[in-house]
């Protein structure tokens, strides 16, 4: 049960956030250049500065400190952003990453030689190829079944498309990288 005291020193310590909240609106907006992202970013800044109030020494600059948490919430946001970018950019190049759910390219059975193929492969690589690709699962779905990185599903994945082409005896245009795609990578 919480004492007297700490119920006192969260309310003294939420009067002062509220002093704050000014200084952060203007901050945030000259960070985000965007008054809806600013008042985001301020929603997300008290947010985080209530969760982590523990961490907050008093006698201190409660100003400074909210400021930093601010900044520090902006930088992680703007990471986020570079992540997301990046991933649309690679799914922009994968055809099959914005086939719709209730499209079904996959016969019930594969054909003989497809399966010999496809059970040529790392069970790594076998594993991914057929969560997303024969079950359709999503990257992220995969992944979480996989337990890996989304990312990591990413490259297992075209890695996996790469080496069945070769087993089945299909052209692969050479990679951007000069690694070679015949020898097995049970890595990643």
């Not at 007297?4 to 000014?22: G, M, Q, V």
């Not at 050479?174 to 049970?186: H, N």
Request: positive net charge; glycine residues 2%; proline residues 6%.
């Amino acid at each position: 049960m919480p004492s007297r005291e700490s119920n006192t020193r969260d309310a003294t310590f939420r009067e002062e956030l509220e002093h704050c909240l000014p200084t952060l609106r203007v901050r945030a907006l000259k960070l985000c250049l965007n008054e809806t992202e600013a008042q985001d970013l301020v929603q997300d800044t008290i947010v985080r500065a209530l969760c982590f109030q523990s961490t907050f020494r008093e006698g201190t600059n409660l100003k400074a400190w909210t400021q930093q948490v601010l900044f520090s919430v902006f930088v992680t946001r703007c990471r986020k952003a570079r992540r997301e970018r990046r991933a649309l950019e690679t799914f922009g190049a994968d055809p099959n990453a914005w086939l719709t759910a209730n499209t079904t390219l996959v016969p019930r059975r594969l054909p003989p030689r497809m399966a010999r193929a496809l059970a040529s492969l790392p069970p790594n690589f076998r594993a991914v190829l057929g969560l997303v690709d024969l079950h359709e699962m999503s990257y992220r779905e995969a992944a979480v079944v996989l337990e890996v990185p989304v990312g990591t599903v990413m490259s297992r994945l075209f890695r996996a498309r790469r080496q069945l082409a070769l087993a089945l005896g299909e052209s692969v245009a050479s990679p951007s990288t000069p690694r070679s795609v015949e020898a097995p990578a049970e890595a990643a």
